[in-house]
């Protein structure tokens, strides 16, 4: 495993050697943010910053396994045109020398915040931790000002991923944490000045609120308001599957309810999956000037089929979801893609009303590396309708069963997997397919399924399938790449 306390000239002269291996590998996505090489997971310290969007997020340029982590750094003014920055946080102190992990940002006096979880582990890999602060005038430089928090007692050393807001002219700051009785749980605590915090308590948790066992570990928590409603997100470790919830190895979900700083408590309701897709997790949000929920999560999973991604021969692996707007609809958070997004449209594929009937139950389209599609249904669908896209993803909606479910070919064997949620109509699609993801919006965002898939050259067609006679309207468009400065950075040291 890779240390990355050495030096900066380390990692740009490992990206130098390996971004053109990078780049010729043929699943390389064209409109998601990645590494320019080695593992991307985590978003961390999501901010819009003097009038830039901030994205940062966990970066371990030396391999493609989890190891040592750093804070790589990309901005933007518009969600299209991105330049990498240089690395924000290196792990080279002696609170964080075995890795920086996640944390967030926030402003202050036309400063620029990032908190984030110092890793240590000493030779018998016995671990330590630290809440750390580092802080920047202009959002791109940082000077590290050490520990804030350390661990207090009732609490195993599994205690990260700081987030930090505002209200009534409080700084707040939950963690994500272990207790002593290996159960998750998000703890609180209080600042006037961003560098002195008084521990509150827990106010979430497994087997806390009598809402049953929730997970052994729960990470990256992130609370907010939509609409004056209190909302906790956060990734849980350990849920146990319950027929088509909790498929995955590990979850992200929230709880809508109400926070009472003044009793320091958080009622709410129960937990739901964010997302019902395979690749999808540890996300994070921030709010900008004109009052937008923007998520990004990690569009990647920590369980044994992330090492039979083709990509790794390539030298990098995983990327970030798109950017969503989060609203809340009916008690449930809905996700819809950027309206930035739309500017990547360049060529239209195909627009046309398509009406299925006896003669014709099948639609073929040429799909292109990129592209958005969207289909609005006429009529209520009665049985069943399918789209096959590349030969590796099946999207099945059946009515009789009200179920909508994705399903893929695993990277280990080819073998079929599906995940599966609850649907009673299908409305509408939105779909953006890259070189090697594919995002499903299902209902203007009602439901969510986020897929890494890897399809050879020669599977290039879409196909659409009914089993009983349906009318819908059909919009594809080629999506332009975003265009990313600075790829191979300059040693400015």
């Not at 790589?72 to 045109?81: P, S, W």
Request: some cysteine; charged content about 25%; glycine content about 6%.
């Amino acid at each position: 495993m890779k240390e990355l306390g050495s030096t900066v000239e380390d990692i740009y002269l490992q990206i130098k050697n390996n971004y053109h291996l990078v780049e010729t590998d043929s699943y390389r996505n064209q409109f998601h943010l990645m590494p320019s090489v080695g593992l991307l997971n985590d978003p961390n310290g999501l901010i819009h910053f003097k009038r830039i969007y901030h994205v940062f997020y966990q970066w371990n340029p030396f391999e493609t396994e989890q190891g040592v982590k750093c804070w790589g750094h990309y901005t933007t003014k518009d969600f299209i045109k991105w330049e990498m920055q240089p690395i924000a946080l290196l792990p080279n102190n002696w609170y964080d020398c075995s890795g920086c992990y996640s944390g967030s940002a926030v402003k202050s006096d036309d400063t620029l915040y990032l908190f984030y979880t110092g890793n240590v582990k000493d030779e018998n890999q016995k671990r330590s931790c630290y809440q750390c602060v580092a802080i920047s005038k202009d959002g791109i430089n940082f000077e590290k000002k050490g520990p804030v928090i350390f661990l207090p007692d009732g609490y195993t050393t599994h205690f990260r991923d700081p987030k930090v807001w505002k209200a009534d002219e409080l700084w707040y700051m939950i963690i994500g944490a272990q207790n002593d009785k290996e159960e998750g749980t998000v703890v609180l605590y209080q600042s006037d000045d961003l560098i002195k915090w008084e521990f509150i308590g827990p106010i979430a948790g497994s087997n806390l609120n009598g809402h049953g066992d929730l997970g052994y570990m729960w990470e990256c928590p992130d609370m907010f308001k939509i609409d004056g409603i209190d909302i906790l997100l956060v990734s849980p470790q350990g849920i146990v599957s319950e027929g088509i919830k909790y498929n995955n190895e590990f979850q992200s979900g929230y709880f809508i309810g109400k926070m009472d700083f003044a009793a320091n408590k958080f009622e709410h309701g129960e937990f739901t999956e964010l997302d019902r897709g395979f690749d999808f997790y540890a996300p994070q949000t921030m709010l900008d000037e004109s009052g937008r929920r923007i998520m990004y999560g990690w569009m990647g999973m920590s369980d044994g089929m992330q090492k039979y991604q083709p990509t790794i021969k390539y030298k990098w692996i995983h990327a970030l979801t798109i950017p969503r707007k989060l609203s809340l609809v009916n008690g449930r958070i809905y996700q819809e893609p950027l309206e930035e997004l739309a500017q990547l449209r360049s060529s239209i594929i195909i627009e046309s009303d398509i009406k299925f009937n006896q003669e014709q139950r099948e639609l073929c389209i040429h799909d292109y590396k990129t592209m958005e599609l969207k289909i609005k249904y006429n009529q209520a669908i009665k049985d069943e309708f399918q789209i096959l896209i590349r030969d590796n993803v099946r999207i099945i909606y059946s009515a009789l069963k009200n179920t909508f479910t994705v399903e893929r070919k695993n990277f280990k064997d080819d073998k079929t997997e599906q995940r599966h949620c609850n649907l009673e109509n299908l409305i509408n699609l939105n779909i953006f397919i890259d070189a090697s993801s594919i995002e499903i919006f299902i209902n203007d965002g009602q439901e969510v399924f986020t897929c890494r898939f890897f399809a050879e050259d020669n599977e290039k067609d879409i196909v659409f399938l009914s089993k009983d006679e349906i009318e819908f309207h059909i919009i594809a468009w080629q999506l332009n790449q975003l265009i990313i400065e600075n790829c191979i950075p300059e040693l400015k040291i």
